[in-house]
């Protein structure tokens, strides 16, 4: 059962980054232990290496993940509305993005000040995309634009998680 969109309605997830659309795939997400469910909070550095990330489907179908930060560089102002933190093409479905090909490396997220939305969008693929461009830039990428460009439609699944910047260690 793909999850409700309702939270990414709350969140602003739809509007910001992505249009309204009915999930049909489930996407499971984790940080190590931690099992990402939209609007929770995940500290930076749990968050350094790739989450490990499960997509339901068949294995003929392929899938595109794509992770944005639409607060960059803050919430209030954010001029770079949306920082590319990873994206991954030609996932078989019923397996996970290293079975993909990854286009852009992952960078786990930095936010500099503020609370930071961090989104995983997930679109079926018609047909397998082979080479794509890496974007020009990490910052103002559009995920709506991407996927426009590479005729994916609307997303399948989204979830989002909240990051911080974590106090510095005080040493004494």
């Given at each position: ?23 049909t795939?489930?996407m ?6 931690k ?23 068949h294995?003929?179908e392929?899938y595109?993940?794509?992770m ?9 102002e954010p001029?770079m509305r ?9 996932i078989p ?6 079975k993909?090909?990854?286009i ?17 969008v997930?679109f079926?693929?018609?047909?397998p995309l082979?080479l ?12 709506r ?14 979830i989002?998680f909240?990051a ?9």
């Amino acid at each position: 059962m793909a999850a409700s969109v309702d939270p990414l309605v709350v969140g602003r997830v739809i509007g910001d980054v992505v249009d309204m659309f009915v999930p049909t795939v489930s996407m499971s997400v984790y940080y190590g232990p931690k099992h990402v469910t939209n609007g929770c909070d995940i500290k930076p550095s749990m968050a350094i290496s790739p989450p490990k990330i499960h997509i339901t489907g068949h294995s003929d179908e392929l899938y595109t993940l794509v992770m944005t930060d639409p607060d960059a560089p803050s919430p209030s102002e954010p001029s770079m509305r949306e920082w590319v933190h990873w994206i991954v093409v030609d996932i078989p479905g019923g397996t996970n993005p290293t079975k993909g090909k990854e286009i852009l490396p992952y960078v786990g997220p930095r936010p500099p000040v503020g609370i930071h939305r961090y989104i995983m969008v997930l679109f079926q693929q018609k047909a397998p995309l082979g080479l794509v461009e890496q974007p020009p830039s990490r910052a103002n990428f559009s995920t709506r634009l991407f996927a426009g460009h590479l005729d994916l439609g609307l997303p399948v699944a989204t979830i989002y998680f909240n990051a911080q910047k974590e106090p510095a260690n005080r040493r004494r």
